[in-house]
């Protein structure tokens, strides 16, 4: 069951969204949970490519501050998602060196 409507999934920020959907609240088993977030990012970053920048800034920003198991995996279920569905624009941002060496951390 959701716990947050459509509606707010569509007029939330990107940063909004990332910090609901690793939000430590849901086991990493329940990506159908989530599905609907990551999937409104992934349609963001489709219809602007604007926002593959500030998604992959938001993203490192997340990855220095984890503090459980359950986070790194909702963020590398979200990375999964988005990664798979993402644009040419958005690899390149993942690609980057900064962020890599924060997901790697």
């Not at 430590?24 to 920048?53: A, F, M, W």
Request: with cysteine; hydrophobic share 35%.
């Amino acid at each position: 069951e959701l716990n947050f409507p459509p509606e707010w999934v569509a007029e939330a920020s990107i940063k909004m969204l990332l910090l609901k959907c690793t939000d430590q609240k849901t086991p990493p088993d329940k990506l159908d949970y989530y599905q609907l977030i990551h999937l409104e990012l992934v349609d963001r970053i489709k219809e602007n490519p604007g926002c593959c920048s500030e998604l992959t800034a938001e993203l490192k920003k997340l990855l220095q501050s984890i503090d459980n198991s359950i986070r790194q995996q909702q963020i590398v279920q979200l990375l999964d998602t988005v990664s798979k569905n993402g644009t040419a624009k958005l690899h390149t941002q993942l690609a980057n060196e900064s962020l890599t060496n924060a997901f790697l951390n």
